[in-house]
Nanobody, 126 residues
Framework: QVQLRESGGGLVQAGGSLRLSCAAS????????MGWFRQAPGKEREFVAT????????HYIDSVKVRFTISRNNAENTVYLQMDSLKPDDTAVYYC???????????????????WGQGTQVTVSS
């Protein structure tokens, strides 16, 4: 079981930036593919981005491509989501998720990630 803790959320104006962090409780974080999901008020949780165990392969939902960047530092057991050019539609609770996988593929399915953080609120004002 991996414990995940997100941080870095907050209130920002449209066009601004935030960097979310997700700290993993295990030293073997490099064995896990990581993902970011979000849930806006009144909507279902949706996939945002994922990164494979080595950081060599990333994948994004179309609406955040170019604006968001997922990265990881395995030495620090941390995954990041750099969010630039934020829009009010990006307002949501953002969740970090992990799955034990060392391949080069990816998945955007929630049920493929057994480990989840508590989430961090991101609010973008217009």
């Amino acid at each position: 079981q991996v414990q995940l803790r997100e941080s870095g959320g907050g209130l920002v104006q449209a066009g601004g930036s935030l960097r979310l962090s997700c700290a993993a409780s295990v030293r073997t974080a490099s064995y896990y593919a990581m993902g970011w999901f979000r849930q806006a008020p009144g909507k279902e949780r949706e996939f945002v981005a994922t990164i494979n165990w080595s950081g060599s392969n990333t994948h994004y939902i179309d609406s955040v491509k170019v604006r968001f960047t997922i990265s990881r530092n395995n030495a620090e057991n941390t995954v990041y989501l750099q969010m630039d050019s934020l829009k009010p539609d990006d307002t949501a609770v953002y969740y970090c998720a992990a799955r034990a996988y060392r391949g080069t593929g990816y998945t955007s399915r929630e049920d493929e990630y057994p480990n989840w953080g508590q989430g961090t609120q991101v609010t973008v004002s217009s």
